[in-house]
């Protein structure tokens, strides 16, 4: 207390020179001994009054001992005072994300970086924030600004600048350029590193990040961001190793507990995923995307109304985030009051509004108004949003009319007889494919009601294999991944099947002999299915042309499914599929099994039946019952088949018929014969 003492007394009797000099030894202090330089701090302001920068100070030393409350009452009205300070902002951004108020924090954090962009500090406290909140796209541009505004070397500077202005080309030159000069710069791999996910190479990314680790394994930011490709990549143990691994070094850090309760969702371990959201949740109640993804996982794993109230909650903390209010139509249960109708209706009108938001917006006032029975003012709305969205998108129908055709060409009956037995032997999968929107997720709820079955989720694992052989293929070939296929012996297949097996363990729960995958889409992939594993069983879920093809035009999908934003698109697309699947039904007769949903629903039990004898599969009654199963189920359809087999889906799209003109025209004869397919639809393609 002498040094305090005579602290005040010097800064009577000089108060310029000393207060700086007071004021500089406060500052030193803090990194060694807060609590001597809260003292300090207070003894500045007791000889000269509320000075900013010992006020500053004394908050700061509050903030280091953990003391955030009474950090925040000195740096709340300080931070108020001094609006354009940025080290102001910054300290109560820091503070604020000691005290767990993370969208405050997050408030802060950008003002003290609008004002001052060059603050490492504050980059890095950013990044870290918006991990933990969900916000990963975020986080990477904070993360790539911290490095830009902390490095001093040219080439650095000059990469980082340009990977934080999305310049990815020349970033990677200058990261390629200064790793020849400096083969070991981890900030350097690391940055090369994000620059390859931007760029969608992600093998590229994995193998920089493993690089990097392997010269600096404390590494932390790198092993997440590895952790993160890692789980992209469908690679979801090795993603929770690398998270346990950050999380035995830091078990508080919000950011690495959320990415592994995103990594569990994905392996279905919902349980776990939800403790974790919710413990997270406890200490930051205003993050609203955290909530929006704890709706999900509780809407996933069966429990609406706590899904609902999650949602709900999301919203009074961000009420113009459109992927929420979706996410609230999506349930497909709920019906939006007259109230949830003008508060979107109200979002949507603001100016500024971020793209994706109106998009969902759109997608989810449509929804209000088809439940409320004005069908011309919700299509209206339906259409507006499938615009928006495909505005966004590259799809083009005529790659996908050469792709179905070059597949007919190429997969043969001679071709698979000359390769009869080939591949793993396993008959442990049941693939469901079709088209979404098409009764996949009820056949999946059915078969997992079977003792004999477990039910898993869309399981992105044959992308996963299609994306690696056409990386093996020509590249300047239109077609690469099937030129490989074309060329692999019997070995290889064999591997393949081995591969799919072994990396969809992690989703198997239960001792169960077979597990489904339904992953609609794999309908492109069947050849190469039948090549890997001859004995997985192939059930083809298929629905009438307008009801199908106009539940999946009123969907916002996550992800995928791009020629659904469009009627002639989505209408050419189910004619693809119908041609591609009468193809392998002539050259593999009996290979697969067809379910049509209106026979479904006529006749439960007689379809129920036909569908277990083909996967060889005795009948149990629970399959009739199967809307009392409580597995988790992941798609759109996840609260509907959890209730009885019901018509009143099964005409809906007639209240719309007015309006799908377009779509009819694409269907053509495909339309015309439902059920049937269209005599000849097989070979028209051929010469395509």
Known sequence: MCRCRELRLSVTAEPTANLDTALAHATRLLATDPALAGEQASEIIKAVGEHPPAVLLLGASHRLRGNFGAALDILRPLAAMQANWAAAQLELGLALVGAKHGSQARAALLRAVGLKPDLPKAWLALGD???????????????????????????????????????????????????????????????????AVRLGRNEDAENLLSRCLQLAPGFAAARQNYALVLHRANKPGQALAEIDGLLAQDPDNAGYRNLKAVVLCRIGDYAAAIDLYAAILDEYPDHPRIWMSYGHALKTAGHQQLAIDAYRRSLQLDPGCGEVWWSLANLKTLRFSDADLAAMQAELAKPGLADKDRQHLEFAIGKAFEDAADHAASFEHYLRGNTLRRKTLLYDADDTSARVARIRRSYTRGFFAERSGWGAQAADPIFIVGLPRAGSTLLEQILASHSAVEGTMELPEITSITRELRSLGDSNRAMPYHDVVLGMDAGALRELGERYLDHTRIQRKSAAPFFIDKMPNNFLHLGLIHLMLPNAKIIDARRHPLACCFSAFKQHFARGQSFTYGLDDIGRYYHDYVALMAHFDEVLPGRVHRVIYERMVDDTEGEVRRLLDHCGLPFEETCLRFFENERPVRTASSEQVRKPIYREGVDHWRHYETWLGPLKDALGKVLESYPEVPEGIAGEMKNH
């Not at 991990?131 to 490095?151: F, K, L, P």
């Not at 980082?160 to 350029?177: F, K, Q, Y």
């Open 129 to 195: 924030l918006l991990m933990a909140m969900d916000d990963a796209e975020g986080a990477d541009a904070a993360y790539a600004n911290h490095v830009r505004h902390s490095t001093r070397d040219p080439h650095m500077l000059q990469a980082a600048t340009a990977l934080c202005e999305n310049r990815l080309p020349a970033a990677e030159a200058l990261l390629r350029e200064r790793l020849r000069q400096a083969p070991t710069d981890v900030a350097a791999i690391r940055m090369l590193g994000e620059v």
